[in-house]
């Protein structure tokens, strides 16, 4: 099994993941602000510069559902 980030189906993962955020109606820096994290690493996230585990996606998954107050 091919374990890069640059393999079709991690490119595959990465335009679902920023395909499903604007679905949502989410930017980068808004998803990123649900996360608690820097809008780099959505950006790093959906570009495949940067591995997603399980547990961030997770986050990811759950952060694009619910509003910020």
Known sequence: MNK?????RGAIF???LAAT???SGLTQRELAKRLKRAHTFVSKC?????RTDLIE???ICRARRYRVP
């Open 4 to 8: 890069t980030i640059h393999s079709k």
């Open 14 to 16: 990465c335009e679902m």
């Open 21 to 23: 955020r604007k679905e």
């Open 46 to 50: 959906e570009l495949g510069e940067r």
């Open 57 to 59: 996606f997770y986050w």
